[in-house]
């Protein structure tokens, strides 16, 4: 198992940045899946991006071109770079992680439904 601890979110402005990051601690032996997904009061939750244990990664549609995720050496510690900040992007973000199964590839809309998820860090974009 896994323990997934958010920081970073905060309020900024539309075009500003702000970094998340997501302390993982527990299991070291086996590799997962990282991503994080959004959900906004009175909409669905949405996959924002995943970093894959191969170290590939890929993005929603909304993000793309905006948003970096990452991962330290130690696999300990995932960021998410948010540049060009919309108001649409206000939401509470959750880092998750699934146990990774080799040569399969997940997509960000599949991060949601991780098997471990962090309790969030609010994001707020005003315009």
């Known amino acids: 198992q896994v323990q997934l601890v958010e920081s970073g979110g905060g309020s900024v402005q539309a075009g500003g940045s702000l970094r998340l990051s997501c302390a993982r601690s527990?299991?070291?032996?086996?590799?997962?899946?990282m991503g994080w997904f959004r959900q906004a009061p009175g909409k669905e939750r949405e996959g924002v991006a995943v970093?894959?244990?191969?170290?590939?990664?890929s993005y929603g549609d909304s993000v793309k071109g905006r948003f970096t995720i990452s991962q330290d050496g130690a696999e300990n510690t995932l960021s998410l770079q948010m540049n060009s900040l919309k108001p649409e992007d206000t939401a509470m973000y959750y880092c998750?992680?699934?146990?990774?199964?080799?040569?399969?590839?997940?997509?960000?809309?599949?991060?949601?439904?991780?098997?471990?998820r962090g309790q969030g860090t609010q994001v707020t974009v005003s315009s």
């Open positions: 998750a992680a699934e146990l990774y199964e080799l040569g399969k590839t997940a997509a960000p809309f599949t991060v949601p439904d991780f098997s471990y």
């Open positions: 527990g299991d070291t032996r086996n590799k997962y899946y």
């Open positions: 970093i894959n244990g191969d170290g590939s990664t």
